[in-house]
């Protein structure tokens, strides 16, 4: 007995020994466990990329663009910290946090912020993204990037060609890499007052720098007509700041909120105009440095006020409404050339000022079962008070002409009307049908201003409208609007239904009618020759500066027809498929030139296969096609001649038709758990096949010489070639864990694009027009392979 005694003690101890342990680690697993759910993880990552191309394309936006050597350094942040995750249960509510992303490239951001939960919050954040033009430009004049002065050199001062017979021109080309980039940099808090209210802050500091390119027309005087115009293509600064502040208060309790904020916005551009010695062409004398204006200084100020009230907790009702004012009153001193201006000007400055205001308010209630009611209204009124004055200018090609334009201050105002029903059938089939009505209308407070004309000639024979000597004309309220109003009525339906356990079925059309009304009458700021000087006159067989018949796409009547379809299929757990199609069709019943009807079409499908516990299959494909036909006045013409004045001949036109087609199919995959757990594997390939071409049809007249046959006017005629578009992308990786917290990763990125633009024939040197200088920029093609290594460290 004594034996067995001791024995049991034995077997005790030692089961209390083993509980123990396993007690001990059951509780360590729970404390990992709530810790991993209430204490975030900190990570630091450390990286190498290597690029072997320098590819301004590719590295458009990337920040993987302009390391001479191809090597890129990078490093990422992401720590967070506080109180309230580790001494919650002692009140404590702090939580802070330190975040930075792409830090070694040009497309980095960083965040600092700091919060007590329920009392404030603090915020400092960092983004900086630089764009990328081109690094194929070329040019022969000097100058820096980003400044406002472009010199020629002084072997091309003086008449020149743009051809490559011109030694210097070909010999004084220098490459240069246009890009711009913003600095965008933001402070911003909240202040809680109490459980119902809250002050907010922002401010956004946005800073540009660089250049875009931009054309530069120049006409040395000596010479009439468009044949002395020379056209350069040079790097416009971008250096400009924005400051914008917003501050706001907000106040809620069970049923209803309130807030009403402030916002600024306030732009300085770095420089208010840029200085160019025109390009010289023969027979003509140079003017010395010309003037281009840049975009003004401006401000804009707003006051917002919104809120919302729940009569019951089936009917609800939000509004908004919002008042600002914008100014504009840069002098025109310094910021033009007097070149380019005839005459005295009638102003020192523009004195813009645009008041706007919004104002909209929704109704939903749902106090019908199964029925839920929306009804909105939405109001903007854009009031343009900016002072109207005619200036008179010397247009390219010479001293000798001159136009008079008077600017024009367009108001808008938009009222939108929305009306829509939810019902629910069954559990499984819902429908939904949505109305609205969207009215427009166009007008000027005064156009023109109020005195004397600066020319002598103005009379009903050369202006078409006015036999008045003074500006008199101009003042009414619709003058400068050709598309004085419009009004859309749109209708949508929307079914949707749960046709199995796995299949969802999404099904929605809708029709929109918009129609424009029109003043063929008014004197819009287009010129239109009348001989030796320009006005804005109205001839006949002219709309507002447009032949008869023609009405720009964006404001012409239309109807449109849209439908939309799209298909949930869940197979089984692990397979899944989504199909979907949109379908629009546009017709602009009233015009009798440009754009007659469109029309645009799109099928996606894409799957998801979990072959295994960690491994995912995903594929997707996309098939876009989209078609324009335009009508065109080609000329007039009574028997085979072509006839100035559309009452002495016929009309007939020409058309042209783009297509565009776009396909892309991709496959990825992602595999873990390898190796014990320790490897995930990850893999994605992407194609991309795009191409605009256009057609072109002029019915010449059958008796004339000129055919689409003919060497001389063939070329108008036909399909040109091509706009292509082709992508392939590959991107492969691992990631290796090497310990609890630590892991590395290696990627390899492989693009290709081939791009092919004859738009790009223009630029290159010996196929440009001989009025423009060459840049021999190229269509961006490229093959670019990346790799990847980075190692990251995770910690509590």
Same mark, same amino acid.
């Given at each position: ?25 059951? @509780? ?73 992303? =792409? ?17 404030? =919050? ?68 909240? #202040?809680?007052?109490?459980? =119902? ?177 929306? #009804? ?58 949505? @109305? ?20 002598? =000639? ?106 939309? #379809? ?222 990847? #290594? ?7």
């Amino acid at each position: 007995m004594y034996k067995a005694n001791k024995l049991n003690l034995k077997l005790s101890a030692i089961s209390l020994a083993v509980v123990s342990l396993f007690s001990a680690s059951a @509780a360590r697993a729970d404390d990992e466990e709530v810790r991993a759910l209430t204490q975030p993880q900190s990570t630091v990552q450390v990286e190498m990329i290597g690029v072997d191309q320098n590819s301004a394309k590719f590295g458009e936006y990337n920040g993987l663009y302009g390391h001479p050597s191809g090597a890129y350094p990078n490093a990422a942040l992401n720590i967070r910290g506080g109180g309230a995750y580790t001494n919650n249960e002692q009140g404590n509510t702090s939580r802070w946090s330190v975040t930075g992303d =792409n830090l070694g490239l040009t497309s980095r951001s960083a965040n600092v912020s700091i919060a007590d939960q329920g009392s404030w =919050n603090f915020g400092v954040n960092f983004d900086q993204l630089q764009h990328n033009t081109s690094n194929s430009y070329q040019t022969p004049y000097n100058g820096a990037l980003g400044q406002g002065t472009w010199v020629l050199p002084s072997n091309l001062q003086g008449a020149q060609t743009t051809t490559p017979s011109n030694a210097n021109l070909r010999n004084d080309l220098q490459n240069m890499n246009i890009s711009n980039t913003r600095y965008n940099s933001t402070v911003s808090g909240t #202040a809680i007052i109490d459980r =119902n209210s809250n002050i907010t802050f922002e401010y956004n500091n946005l800073t540009q720098s660089g250049a875009k390119l931009g054309a530069f027309s120049s006409a040395p005087s000596g010479g009439t007509g468009s044949s002395n115009q020379v056209i350069s293509i040079l790097p416009m600064p971008t250096t400009s700041q924005t400051d914008t502040v917003s501050l706001g208060y907000s106040w809620k309790d069970d049923n209803k909120y309130f807030g009403a904020s402030y916002f600024g916005s306030f732009f300085q551009n770095g420089y208010n105009s840029v200085s160019i010695m025109p390009y010289q062409t023969a027979g003509t004398t140079a003017n010395g440095m010309q003037t281009l204006s840049t975009a003004p200084n401006n401000a804009f100020n707003q006051l917002n006020l919104n809120g919302g009230y729940d009569f019951s907790n089936k009917t609800k009702m939000t509004a908004n409404l919002s008042m600002g004012q914008n100014t504009q009153n840069q002098g025109f001193n310094g910021t033009y050339d007097s070149f380019m201006v005839a005459g005295t000007l009638p102003a020192a400055s523009m004195n813009g000022l645009v008041n706007t205001t919004h104002a909209d308010i929704k109704l939903v209630d749902q106090s019908v079962k199964d029925l839920a009611l929306t #009804a909105a209204a939405k109001y903007d009124n854009r009031e343009n008070l900016s002072q109207s004055n005619i200036y008179g200018q010397h247009p390219i090609g010479g001293t000798g002409e001159t136009v008079y334009l008077p600017n024009t201050p367009m108001s808008l105002k938009q009222l939108n009307l929305l009306l829509s029903a939810d019902y629910r059938i069954t559990q499984a089939q819902r429908i939904n049908l949505t @109305a609205s009505n969207d009215n427009i209308n166009r007008s000027c407070n005064q156009y023109g201003g109020t005195g004397s004309l600066p020319i002598t =000639n103005w009379s009903s024979s050369n202006y078409g409208v006015n036999t008045s000597a003074t500006t008199s004309a101009f003042n009414n309220s619709s003058s400068c609007v050709s598309a004085t109003s419009s009004n859309e009525n749109r209708l949508i339906g929307t079914y949707k239904i749960k046709a199995t356990e796995d299949v969802n079925v999404k099904v929605s059309a809708g029709y929109a009618n918009r129609k424009t009304s029109w003043d063929q009458s008014a004197i819009v700021a287009m010129p239109y020759s009348t001989g030796a000087t320009y006005y804005p006159t109205q001839p006949m067989g002219y709309n507002s500066g447009n032949q008869l018949g023609f009405y720009p796409f964006f404001e012409a009547s239309r109807k449109q027809f849209i439908g939309k #379809a799209s298909t949930d299929w869940q197979a089984s757990d692990n397979l899944s498929f989504t199909l979907g199609g949109k379908y629009t069709n546009d017709i602009y019943p009233d015009s009798t030139y440009g754009v007659q009807n469109g029309n645009s079409w799109s099928l996606n499908l894409d799957s998801s296969y979990k072959y295994a516990e960690a491994g995912t299959i995903v594929g997707y494909a996309t098939q876009q096609n989209q078609s324009r036909n335009n009508n065109q006045l080609y000329g007039y013409y009574s028997g085979i001649t072509a006839q100035a004045n559309p009452a002495n001949g016929t009309p007939y036109a020409w058309q042209n038709t783009l297509k565009t087609t776009s396909t892309t199919v991709g496959l990825g995959f992602k595999q873990g758990d390898l190796v014990g757990g320790k490897i995930t594997l990850y893999g994605d390939a992407t194609m991309s096949f795009s191409t605009s071409q256009y057609n072109t049809n002029v019915p010449y007249v059958t008796s004339s010489t000129a055919t689409c046959t003919n060497p001389t006017s063939g070329p108008t005629c036909g399909i040109v070639p091509g706009i292509v578009n082709n992508l392939g992308v590959i991107k492969l990786g691992g990631v290796y864990q090497l310990d609890k917290n630590s892991k590395i990763g290696l990627a390899y990125w492989y693009q290709h694009l081939y791009s092919n633009d004859y738009y790009y024939n223009g630029y290159t040197s010996g196929m440009n027009p001989s009025s423009v200088v060459p840049t021999n920029q190229s269509s961006p093609s490229y093959s670019v392979n990346v790799i990847s #290594a980075n190692y990251t460290y995770t910690f509590d």
